[in-house]
């Protein structure tokens, strides 16, 4: 078991080895910064603190906790997520055990339907999508596949998300359902983007329509922010939003830090930035109870800028006589959601990477610290292992 104060030995006798003559006496001392009040920051606040004893000061540049999975109540009382649909989907019953300490859950099976001409038919591409779209009778998965087969193009090598999808589903698919929305959503053609990016969204041929097949998919019962408020409420924990690592850096003393934030932006680009894909929001509410059938519509025509639209009272459940949806228009400026996945980002990602190993007084955890395209749940996953290394490297840096 590790204990506090194997950590907070390490973390004294790290400091101790440091620059202990710079420190002012009056400075705030905390055990932990964590920077980002995200999924990655606040498993590892929780832990540090509940688990490990620690004093933490959790500080988010934006004035809200919860990352990119905040929601709150607009204006008119609808519950909405602020940077878009966040769908909880997991196979790690570790990841479920662990969350469902600061929430009850909903169940919710994500459904997409994507707008080609007047059809609105389901995505993933499925047994019922084809024979929507072509006026078929396909009613076995070996006619699907049959279907498929014909149309699929051969590819020597499978490296860009168009040979993913062409590959499996042919051109004209494809261009229906996945080049314009991937042109949009990154800025770059899917033949530029690893193969990774829509390999996310595999095609099937029987009729099953859900977005996830993920064992567990579900809502936090009381919203994202409600389950981050529970994680974060703890007397070790100080929370301070609206403060940016900048400005607090040389404000407080602490023994390490937990960093969640662009990993270019810590060490000041040195290297070049990074690309991040950055994304507008339009929040509007609507008069009337619904405004479409499912919770995502995807729009994967160049005809309109946005990717597309969200209706939050279907992933809530909240019964309310207006709704609220939200619009998606992908960008180049702005707050950075998505690394972007190709060989050059990463190899520039790996030159940072070099850099955050030989600073071992912060960790690098999350999204934009790793560079990495991962869900909610792969975030609090890696953050679990984090603090597990973290545990494990105490004693011995304790004992040095
Ligand atoms: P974040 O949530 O981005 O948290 C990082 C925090 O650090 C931010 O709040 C930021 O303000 C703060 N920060 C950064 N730099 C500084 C600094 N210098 N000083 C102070 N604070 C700083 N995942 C799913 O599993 N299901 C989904 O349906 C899903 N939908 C998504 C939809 C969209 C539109 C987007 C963008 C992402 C979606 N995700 C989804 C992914 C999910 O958002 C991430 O996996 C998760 O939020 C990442 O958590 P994080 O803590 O790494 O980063
Ligand atoms: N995609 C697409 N058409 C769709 C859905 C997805 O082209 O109708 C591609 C697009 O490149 C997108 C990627 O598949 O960025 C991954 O989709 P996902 O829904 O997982 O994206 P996220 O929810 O992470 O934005």
Not at 134 to 153: C, I, K, M, V
């Amino acid at each position: 078991a590790v204990t506090a104060a194997k950590i907070t030995r390490a973390h004294a006798a790290n400091d101790a080895t440091r620059v202990p003559t710079r420190v002012p006496a009056r400075r705030e001392r905390f055990d932990t910064l964590v920077v980002g009040a995200g999924f990655a920051g606040a498993v590892l606040a929780e832990r540090l603190a509940a688990d490990a004893g620690q004093r933490v000061l959790v500080v988010d540049r934006r004035d809200h906790i919860a990352g990119n999975a905040y929601d709150h109540h607009d204006a008119a009382g609808v519950l909405v997520h602020r940077y878009g649909p966040h769908i909880f989907h997991t196979n790690s019953q570790m990841v479920v055990d662990y969350l469902s300490r600061f929430t009850a859950w909903r169940p919710y099976e994500h459904r997409v339907l994507a707008r080609v001409g007047d059809q609105l038919l389901p995505v993933p591409i499925n047994r019922t999508t084809l024979n929507e779209l072509y006026g078929l009778g396909l009613s076995t998965d070996a006619e699907a596949e049959a279907f498929l087969a014909a149309r699929a193009e051969p590819v020597a090598e499978i490296r860009t998300s168009e040979d993913v999808v062409v590959s499996s589903v042919g051109r004209e698919l494809y261009e229906t359902f996945f080049r314009g929305y991937t042109r949009k959503q990154w800025g770059l053609d899917p033949s530029e983007l690893d193969r990774s990016v829509t390999a996310r969204v595999p095609t099937r041929t029987d009729t099953d329509d859900r977005y996830f097949l993920d064992r567990f998919q579900a809502m936090p019962a009381g919203g994202y922010t409600a389950m981050f408020a529970r994680m974060l409420d703890h007397p070790n924990i100080t929370v301070r939003t609206g403060v940016d690592y900048r400005d607090v850096r040389e404000r407080v003393e602490v023994g390490h830090t937990v960093f969640t934030g662009p990993v270019d932006e810590f060490f000041d680009h040195r290297f070049g930035k990074l690309p991040y894909r950055c994304l507008d929001f339009r929040h509007e509410t609507h008069e009337r109870e619904t405004f479409q059938p499912v919770a995502v519509v995807n729009y994967p025509g160049e005809d309109v800028a946005f990717t597309r639209i969200t209706e939050y009272k279907h992933l809530t459940g909240q019964s309310h006589p207006k709704t609220s949806v939200s619009y998606e228009f992908p960008s180049d400026q702005g707050d950075p959601y998505y690394p972007v996945p190709r060989d050059e980002n990463q190899a520039l990602y790996r030159r940072y990477e070099a850099l955050a190993r030989a600073t071992p007084d912060v960790s690098f955890v999350g999204r934009l610290a790793t560079y990495r395209y991962y869900n909610m749940d792969q975030v609090v996953a890696q953050a679990l292992a984090t603090y597990r290394r973290m545990c494990e490297r105490a004693p011995m840096a304790g004992a040095v």
